[in-house]
């Protein structure tokens, strides 16, 4: 079973940025595409970037030109970088598969990342 650890997520003031990371335990070539997925507290959990096996991306239009998702192939690793950044940010922040539902596995703890004055 693969596994996702994500890390970065903090306390950070309106406009302000953060680079969220996530290790995967397994080749992230072995998927379609790799995706940042955000839950907001009462809210259902929404996929906000996405970055195709071939490079293709798609981002949620709130995040547009503000977050860019990219990949070190090496390291099995997927980043998430965050610039004016927005209290409607705040959310607990997972990382998964993306592109192919039937790829998506468990879900790990997630980064929190809390925009707020």
């Known amino acids: 079973q693969v596994q996702f650890v994500e890390s970065g997520g903090a306390l950070v003031q309106p406009g302000g940025s953060l680079r969220l990371s996530c290790v995967v335990s397994?080749?992230?070539?072995?998927?379609?595409?790799m995706g940042w997925y955000r839950q907001a507290p009462g809210k259902q959990r929404e996929l906000v970037a996405a970055?195709?096996?071939?490079?293709?991306?798609f981002y949620e239009d709130s995040v547009k030109g503000r977050f860019t998702i990219s990949r070190n192939n090496a390291k099995n690793t997927v980043f998430l970088q965050m610039k004016s950044l927005r209290p409607s940010d705040t959310a607990n922040y997972y990382c998964?598969?993306?592109?192919?539902?039937?790829?998506?596995?468990?879900w790990g703890q997630g980064t929190q990342v809390t925009v707020s004055t």
């Open positions: 397994g080749n992230i070539f072995s998927f379609s595409g």
């Open positions: 998964n598969a993306a592109y192919n539902p039937s790829e998506i596995s468990s």
């Open positions: 970055l195709a096996r071939g490079g293709i991306t």
